[in-house]
């Protein structure tokens, strides 16, 4: 794996509160990789948006360090902060477009404040736009455009300073799924074209599952859970990810309190025999399938299933058997189902 181009060490935010302190993040620790497409997930208030801006130090830390391409953002001035920050550029589930300026324009403003010369600004974001699909909207104004017309536009002008890293900070909430899907494809065209890390941070299960190859999840202002997106999707191991993974539980029916519940975790094998179809068609015994989730990641399948048992302990045994022998399978009881 590459090196870090992103390393943050024990990094804390508190917010003083009008008289008492708000611990928006605690002892932040992540590394994230040149190349890669890393996702940062949490419910509402868990401090994802306060993480994001503290890699840039639009927001300050605290406490801890942020090093971004070998700097400490943490120990420069103002002046070099600013030069530091065409490395790592944003965007934004608002756009943040300027209304007055055409898409061209839009695109040049940060070249404009770096100080290139205006012919050399206009080609380049004539390029950028180009390479964004909108080559052909150069003179139109954001008002004229769609939401997922003007966030490639923001793309394209979060791009002008050839930045090493691309902070997405919900780029895609106000957007509908289809073109949700458009723009997540044009972000891994970049991340493969130009070698741009991205970050995506989101509170969306499919966001991550359709671009990300590592996820941390946040929960309460720390991290909860960090790894491979296939690995944490298949088995969560913490209260947080389960919440996010199965979000309000996937059990439907209602089963007799006797019965065994076990779930069975899908573990990224290239496809999935008929489980359920062969136990019967194998062992002879049926089980109830009381909720599944599953899911397509990187080409794998991966998700869970959530199964009764038969009543007859030997028939019970015979298809737990039968189930863990299976490849790319892992299975647990669930005792507290019917709570």
Same mark, same amino acid.
């Given at each position: 794996?590459?090196s870090?181009?992103?390393q943050?060490?024990?990094?804390?935010?508190?917010?003083?509160?009008?008289g008492?302190a708000? !611990?928006?993040?605690?002892d932040? %620790?992540?590394?994230?990789?040149?190349?890669?497409?890393? *996702?940062?997930?949490?419910?509402?208030?868990?401090?994802?948006?306060?993480?994001?801006?503290?890699?840039?130090?639009? $927001?300050?830390?605290t406490?801890?360090?942020?090093?971004v391409?070998?700097?400490?953002? &943490?120990?420069?001035?103002?002046?070099?902060?600013?030069l530091?920050r065409?490395?790592?550029?944003m965007i934004?589930?608002?756009?943040?477009?300027?209304?007055?300026?055409?898409?061209?324009? @839009?695109?040049?403003?940060?070249?404009?404040?770096?100080?290139? #010369?205006?012919?050399?600004?206009?080609?380049?974001?004539?390029?950028?736009?180009?390479?964004?699909?909108?080559?052909?909207?150069?003179?139109?104004?954001?008002?004229?455009?769609?939401?997922?017309?003007?966030?490639?536009?923001? /793309?394209?002008?979060?791009?002008?300073?050839?930045p090493?890293?691309?902070?997405?900070?919900?780029?895609t909430?106000?957007?509908?799924?289809?073109? &949700?899907?458009?723009?997540? +494809?044009?972000?891994?065209d970049? %991340?493969?074209?130009?070698?741009?890390?991205?970050?995506?941070?989101?509170?969306?299960?499919s966001?991550?599952?359709? /671009?990300?190859?590592?996820?941390?999840?946040?929960?309460?202002?720390?991290?909860?859970?960090?790894?491979?997106?296939?690995?944490?999707f298949?088995?969560?191991?913490t209260?947080?990810a389960?919440?996010?993974?199965?979000p309000?539980?996937i059990?439907?029916?209602?089963?007799?309190?006797?019965?065994?519940v076990?779930?069975?975790?899908?573990?990224?094998?290239?496809?999935?025999? #008929?489980? /359920?179809?062969?136990?019967?068609?194998?062992?002879?015994?049926?089980?109830?399938?009381? *909720?599944?989730?599953?899911? @397509?990641?990187?080409?794998?399948?991966?998700?869970?299933?959530?199964l009764?048992?038969?009543? %007859?302990? %030997? $028939?019970?045994?015979?298809?737990? @058997?039968?189930?863990r022998?299976?490849?790319n399978i892992t299975? $647990?009881?669930?005792?507290?189902? !019917? +709570?």
């Amino acid at each position: 794996m590459s090196s870090p181009i992103i390393q943050i060490q024990h990094l804390s935010k508190t917010f003083d509160g009008g008289g008492s302190a708000v !611990h928006a993040l605690e002892d932040i %620790n992540l590394d994230i990789h040149e190349g890669e497409i890393f *996702g940062i997930i949490g419910l509402s208030g868990a401090g994802k948006s306060t993480l994001v801006r503290c890699m840039n130090l639009l $927001e300050r830390p605290t406490a801890g360090t942020v090093r971004v391409d070998g700097q400490n953002l &943490t120990e420069l001035s103002e002046k070099d902060l600013r030069l530091a920050r065409r490395k790592i550029t944003m965007i934004f589930q608002s756009f943040n477009l300027l209304m007055q300026r055409t898409c061209l324009r @839009n695109v040049c403003f940060p070249m404009e404040i770096a100080g290139v #010369p205006k012919a050399q600004a206009k080609k380049r974001a004539a390029e950028l736009l180009e390479l964004v699909g909108l080559g052909d909207k150069a003179s139109a104004y954001p008002a004229q455009l769609s939401g997922g017309q003007k966030q490639r536009v923001a /793309i394209a002008r979060a791009l002008a300073t050839n930045p090493k890293v691309l902070l997405c900070d919900e780029a895609t909430s106000a957007l509908d799924p289809t073109t &949700t899907v458009s723009i997540l +494809e044009l972000l891994k065209d970049l %991340n493969r074209q130009l070698g741009v890390t991205v970050v995506v941070i989101t509170h969306q299960m499919s966001v991550i599952e359709e /671009i990300c190859s590592r996820v941390a999840i946040l929960d309460g202002g720390v991290v909860a859970e960090m790894g491979e997106v296939q690995e944490i999707f298949s088995n969560p191991t913490t209260d947080a990810a389960r919440r996010l993974v199965y979000p309000g539980g996937i059990s439907a029916a209602q089963v007799p309190a006797s019965t065994r519940v076990i779930r069975i975790s899908f573990n990224g094998g290239t496809a999935y025999d #008929p489980l /359920i179809a062969s136990l019967a068609i194998d062992c002879g015994v049926k089980v109830n399938i009381l *909720g599944a989730d599953t899911r @397509n990641v990187g080409g794998k399948a991966i998700g869970t299933m959530l199964l009764g048992l038969p009543e %007859n302990p %030997n $028939e019970a045994a015979k298809a737990l @058997n039968y189930i863990r022998a299976q490849k790319n399978i892992t299975v $647990e009881e669930v005792p507290d189902y !019917h +709570e």
